[in-house]
């Protein structure tokens, strides 16, 4: 990767970061090259400092959650990757049904202290790999729920580096999506409902080991691909459409492999990473995947997964 960013982009800054550090180790797929920077601000302050200076320099810039629905290209990225790692960005407070988390929180743990503390909305998330950061920009979730459901407002920082809240009734969360724009989500507070610690404990319990029964966790993935395609407008039919797990499986697909890259044969809309894999290889089959299920379903698959750049 050529690098073109300045080298004294955060000299007068005073904002911990590293140069050229490889971001696989950082993401659950562990491909791809380097970040020409990787920075780690320690307040707020400094976030919208490193956003501003990115802004005015005309620097790319990207947000690394748990790296747990991300791709790297083999050439890396230009530019700065942030990561909310400081612990000042990953408290969490609980004050009755209301809850507090930073961006950089662990989503795992987010679900199973809400669900000690007997407070119900998260525990539908169980088994999802996160930051609650991340979580947020992804609107994370599934057959059980999605974490938009319980969110109640936001702190955000836009690219210019002003931080501002967003709250309930001007936020609206999709599949997959939500209408938050700012560049980076820094905390988020959630309304949850009273309920029995037990109980909750005892749905995280059934809902990760329903995960664990059908998606190869413990091979290298970003989850699902592809988003499941919307039902056709018009349609005269009550079955809901196939799913894009479904539409692969159907066309035959799944264990179809490139170089390292395999479309997993426990779950089709997961494609694994096997030893010696490159970011290339799972891209090149993705593309074979897309274009066989038009091929025979005239559907065209949308990508799920963020490719950086
Ligand atoms: C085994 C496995 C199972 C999965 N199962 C599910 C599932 O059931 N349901 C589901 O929805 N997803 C699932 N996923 C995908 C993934 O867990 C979610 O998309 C999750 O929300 C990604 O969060 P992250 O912190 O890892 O984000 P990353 O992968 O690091 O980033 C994803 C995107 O969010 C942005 N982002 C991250 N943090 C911030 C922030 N603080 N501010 C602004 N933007 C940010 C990034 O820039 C990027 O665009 C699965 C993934 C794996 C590996």
Known sequence: MATTTSDTLLE???????????????????????AEYLAHPSSVQQLSALAARCHETDTPVYVLGSGANLLVADRGVRGVVVQLDDP????????GTRVTSGAGYDLAKLVLDTARAGLAGLECLAGIPASVGGAVRMNAGGA????????????????????????????????RRTNIVARYILDIE???????????MQRVKEIFRLKKSSQPLAEHSA???????????????????PTAGQLIDR??????????AEVSSRHANFVVA????????????VGRVQSRVADRFGVKLEREIVVWP
């Open 12 to 34: 007068d800054l005073s904002i911990p970061h590293e140069r050229n550090v490889p971001l696989g180790p950082l993401t659950w797929y562990g491909l791809g090259g380097s």
């Open 88 to 95: 000042c960005f990953k408290q969490i407070k609980i004050e």
């Open 144 to 175: 059980f729920g999605c974490i938009g459901n319980a969110v109640r407002r936001v702190m955000v920082c836009d690219a210019r580096g002003q931080v501002y809240y967003r709250s309930r009734d001007d936020l609206e969360f999709g599949y």
């Open 190 to 200: 959630f309304e949850l409902s009273p309920s029995g610690a037990d109980g909750l």
């Open 223 to 241: 989850g699902c691909v592809f988003k499941n395609p919307p039902p056709t407008p018009c349609s005269e039919s009550e079955e809901p459409p």
């Open 251 to 260: 066309a035959g697909l799944k264990a179809l492999r490139v170089g390292g």
């Open 274 to 285: 096997h030893p010696g894999c490159t970011a290339d290889d799972v891209l090149t089959l």
